[in-house]
């Protein structure tokens, strides 16, 4: 049995990589939406309206946004008159969130730090499970899947943004150097990190293949999983249902 994870290009202990992954988010936490922009030109904001619109929330509906620290995409959904409960498991992302909420005047979303791989919430409490450039760093990926589909009710709808690996010819070179050589230049620059953004890279080329992880998503009991590549697959909306 392989007792080793992936951490970027490393392998270590799953209780390492939990630990590492706490200490790369808890450095970047300040700066996260800040280095979101430079690292994407603020198109990180167009993939997530276009996120949101995929699940199209309803007003009332419960809503859980896991590794949602910032509140990004919870801000989108509580506009839409949904229920949000905004987990992450770094607390200083959280902290990052509920100031930016208090800013914006928003006080009827709900923070509950919690391990995407052992939710506390009961079963099938929730109307959509929403995960955004957050799965990549959960530790053992199919156990925060069958999490995902266990708090969601029947006929609930689960829907994950994630960096893979785009299929367009000579734009997968450019954005491979972009992401090892230039990505953690700009970390130093702005977060005052380069090794965390370094890891970050690293993580992204890790991750399973679109077609992988779709597997992964029908093997945790979604049905009617769909892949949407975004930049011929630099990004990819996922989604599945529960029946």
């Known amino acids: 049995m392989n007792d080793t994870v992936s951490f970027g290009y490393e392998e270590v202990s799953p ?4 630990a590492r992954v706490g200490e790369v988010f808890s450095s970047v936490a300040k ?11 603020g198109m990180h904001r167009l993939w997530k309206d276009k996120f949101v619109r995929r699940v199209k929330p309803q007003p009332g509906e419960q809503i859980l946004d896991m590794a949602g620290g910032t509140g990004d995409i919870a801000f989108r959904l509580a506009e839409r008159g949904a229920n949000v409960t905004v987990s992450d498991i770094n607390q200083d992302m959280l902290d990052v969130g509920i100031e930016r909420a208090m800013e914006r005047g928003l006080d009827d979303l709900v923070w509950s730090r919690q391990n995407a ?23 053992h990926i199919d156990k925060a899947l069958a999490e995902a589909h266990r708090v969601l009710r029947r006929g609930g709808r689960f829907f994950c943004m994630e960096f893979s690996t785009t299929q367009w010819p000579g734009f997968k070179e450019v954005y491979d150097l972009y992401s090892h050589h230039l990505m953690p230049r700009i970390g130093q620059i702005i977060a005052g990190d380069a090794d965390s953004y370094r890891y970050l890279a690293e993580s992204i080329r890790r991750f399973p293949p679109m077609p992988e992880f779709e597997a992964m998503i029908r093997a945790a ?11 011929g697959g630099a990004v990819a909306i996922h989604s599945g249902w529960k029946i």
Do not use: C, Q, W
């Open 117 to 139: 791989e052992e939710l506390t919430f009961p079963d099938r409490f929730f109307d959509a499970y929403t995960i955004v450039f957050g799965i990549r760093n959960v530790t």
């Open 221 to 231: 009991g979604f049905v009617r999983t769909r892949v949407e590549p975004i930049l």
């Open 15 to 18: 209780e390492e990589k939990t």
């Open 31 to 41: 700066k996260y939406d800040v280095m979101n922009d430079a690292m994407s030109g």
